[in-house]
């Protein structure tokens, strides 16, 4: 598939949820960088979009041409399905023409929610995203990394960690280009490792001593807990370290390069760029 860019640009804007999140900020700015209006969805946007209050989000839909579709925490939470299928089917009588949504590899209740999304009628993308790699850069990991040791629940699974920069540019074809909707493009980096591989490559090219332990999953849910971590940030992570990474995504796919014409970025080149920023040394 192509990845030309659109002949016109349309003049109605494109509604990012999310538009501060790792993969939403990236949607943005590359649709920004092609001259396509942009409208950001968050609550501390105008018009805000929140989406505990559902009176919000016919203001941020209203006039949009297209929107990319990030729920957070993870569509894997209680009663998401529901929620993004309500914001779907009001973006159906709104009139939007495309919807992008982003997924969980290896999530069922993710794919419940895909379901009714797609059911709303709008045509839609369904992007299926393995562990980011900015997880370790952007995220709940960072701080791990800057301690110098990355202790998790899991053990010898490995997973084909995918760059955000490629799952926003399927995103942004998706939004753009024709030829994507009714797709499902389950995206992945192009090789399978560790989480002690990833740390191992992070140290690498980072220039530093860095550690992966493995622990058990009550003492590692019990240490976040006294750090203070929220009940539905807790049964969350405990859920995707418990059940998601039991091996089921140990497999790479070929979603990138279906959707853009070209391989996936690897993971040492993220780390060699992520690296040379800085962001990994106190």
């Given at each position: 598939m192509t990845t030309e860019l659109p002949t016109t640009t349309p003049t109605a804007p494109t509604l990012v949820v999310g538009a501060t999140g790792k993969t939403g900020r990236r949607v943005a700015a590359e649709l920004a960088r092609r001259g396509v209006p942009v409208r950001a969805g968050s609550r501390s946007a105008t018009p805000p979009l929140d989406w505990d209050d559902a009176t919000t989000w016919a203001p941020a839909l209203a006039g949009t041409r297209a929107a990319y579709v990030s729920f957070f925490p993870d569509l894997a939470v209680p009663g998401a399905g529901e929620t993004v299928g309500a914001f779907a089917a009001l973006a159906a009588r709104e009139g939007v023409e495309r919807l992008v949504l982003l997924s969980g590899r290896g999530e069922e209740e993710a794919q419940r929610a895909e379901e009714v999304v797609r059911a709303a009628g709008v045509p839609t993308t369904i992007v299926r995203a393995a562990w980011f790699c900015q997880n370790f850069s952007e995220s709940f990991l960072l701080d791990a990394v800057l301690g110098g040791t990355v202790a998790?629940?899991?053990?010898?699974?490995?997973?084909?960690?995918?760059?955000?920069?490629?799952?926003?540019?399927?995103?942004?074809?998706?939004?753009?280009?024709?030829?994507?909707?009714?797709?499902?493009?389950?995206?992945?980096?192009?090789?399978?490792?560790?989480?002690?591989?990833?740390?191992?490559?992070?140290?690498?090219?980072?220039?530093?001593?860095?550690?992966?332990?493995?622990?058990?999953?009550?003492?590692?849910?019990?240490?976040?807990?006294?750090?203070?971590?929220?009940?539905?940030?807790?049964?969350?992570?405990?859920?995707?370290?418990?059940?998601?990474?039991?091996?089921?995504?140990?497999?790479?796919?070929?979603?990138?390069?279906?959707?853009?014409?070209?391989?996936?970025?690897?993971?040492?080149?993220?780390?060699?760029?992520?690296?040379?920023?800085?962001?990994?040394?106190?």
């Open positions: 998790l629940p899991v053990d010898g699974i490995a997973e084909p960690f995918v760059d955000a920069d490629d799952i926003a540019a399927v995103a942004v074809a998706a939004l753009t280009e024709d030829g994507h909707a009714g797709e499902v493009y389950e995206v992945t980096g192009p090789r399978l490792l560790t989480f002690a591989d990833a740390v191992a490559e992070i140290a690498a090219a980072a220039g530093r001593e860095l550690s992966y332990v493995s622990v058990p999953l009550d003492e590692w849910t019990a240490e976040l807990v006294r750090a203070g971590v929220d009940d539905d940030t807790l049964a969350l992570l405990s859920y995707l370290f418990a059940e998601v990474l039991d091996g089921r995504n140990a497999h790479t796919t070929d979603g990138v390069q279906r959707a853009l014409g070209r391989p996936p970025r690897d993971f040492g080149a993220f780390a060699a760029d992520t690296a040379a920023t800085g962001v990994w040394h106190a």
